[in-house]
């Protein structure tokens, strides 16, 4: 069994974030390409982005901290501390409101 403090990961991206010219930084926590499932946690300094891209995959985002936007065409989603979303089949953009950091986990597998 795997076990880690999602505080302590929040706390150490966001200061690699903040020293990071792109105002982001990252971690898989677990997972990769040869799981089923790959979790990251992703930390955004307010007004930067995850310019739109594709999603490939099944994927869910929930928001342990600060207020995130994610884009999808004409839609638009505002997510805060605590909430999660299915991250649609289309093109996508993540940008934070605010200091935010993110989980995003990604099924490899094909449906």
Request: charged residues 25%; proline residues 4%.
């Amino acid at each position: 069994m795997d076990s880690r403090d999602l505080a302590d990961v929040i706390d150490d991206l966001m200061a690699k974030a903040r020293a990071a010219s792109s105002g982001r930084a990252a971690r898989t926590i677990r997972g990769g390409h040869e799981n089923a499932l790959r979790e990251t946690v992703i930390a955004l300094l307010a007004d930067h982005e995850l310019s739109e891209h594709d999603s490939p995959h099944e994927a869910t985002l929930q928001v342990l901290h600060g207020r995130v936007r994610l884009i999808a065409a004409d839609d638009a989603w505002e997510g805060v501390t605590g909430d999660h979303l299915t991250v649609p089949p289309q093109r996508h953009s993540l940008a934070a409101l605010e200091d935010s950091v993110v989980l995003l986990t990604v099924s490899n597998r094909v449906p």
